[in-house]
């Protein structure tokens, strides 16, 4: 089976544009995450999807990010006028879930974005 | 809350061992580690769960003090491809949610030399 997907692999915005990021988890997982890491840095938690909803938004850094889910599948993450703090590799993770059950979590590829 | 990696950084030769080490302020349900290589994704080593149970690959160990909220890697007989940075991802739910959020630490930076 297929790993996690996400595209673009990179993208080149000018500060002020919105950008959309897209990320397919693995078939079958019901939990998908957002992180966001910074050159050389850690991952920092955006935001949680059980099922279609987003029980935790608590990382998103501000109202400029938005993230929704269909399907159970497919994630968008949305950066409204971007600034260039927003620069970052934007990864997503998905895993499978059960209640009380902690299970490793499987990364896509990123999306490197450079805002300009 | 975010976990707290020691050392920050550490260089190998073929065939040494290394340990890598995660604090955490909070009791924690479990830890997980990933190791990330230049450019490339995290990969899942392991997890260690509240109670003992551990989930991973053959050729790491890995313990975790849940007294002391803090577990350690076990790297033996270190190969080139271990070399990437290695992250702690603890899993500690507030209010008795659980959906395994991770907070990662800040990375250790394994290099393997020849």
């Known amino acids: 089976g297929a790993g996690v997907s996400q595209s673009p692999s990179n993208k080149v915005t000018e500060k002020g544009k919105d950008v959309e990021l897209r990320c397919d988890p693995i078939s079958g997982h019901t939990a998908l995450y957002w992180y966001r890491q910074r050159l050389g840095q850690g991952l920092e938690f955006l935001i949680y999807f059980q099922g279609n909803s987003a029980p935790d938004k608590s990382g998103l850094p501000s109202d400029r990010f938005s993230a929704e889910r269909t399907g159970e599948s497919v994630s968008t993450l949305t950066i409204q006028r971007t600034q260039q703090e927003d620069s970052a590799v934007y990864l997503c993770?998905?895993?499978?879930?059960?209640?009380?059950?902690?299970?490793?979590?499987?990364f896509g590829p990123g999306t490197r974005l450079t805002v300009t | 809350q975010q976990p707290v990696q020691s050392p920050q950084a550490v260089i190998l030769r073929e065939g040494e061992d290394a340990v890598i080490n995660c604090s955490s302020s909070?009791?924690?349900?479990?830890v997980h580690w990933y190791r990330q290589k230049h450019g490339e994704a995290p990969v899942f080593l392991m997890i260690l769960l509240k109670g003992g149970e551990q989930k991973g690959h053959e050729k790491i160990s890995a313990s975790f003090n849940e007294k002391k909220q803090q577990s350690s890697l076990y790297l033996t007989a270190s190969q080139l491809s271990y070399s990437g940075t290695y992250f702690c991802?603890?899993?500690?739910?507030?209010?008795?949610?659980?959906?395994?959020?991770?907070?990662f630490g800040q990375g250790t930076i394994l290099t393997v030399h020849p």
């Open positions: 991802g603890t899993d500690w739910r507030a209010g008795g949610t659980s959906y395994g959020k991770l907070t």
């Open positions: 909070k009791a924690l349900y479990s």
């Open positions: 993770a998905s895993s499978l879930m059960s209640a009380g059950v902690s299970y490793e979590q499987y």
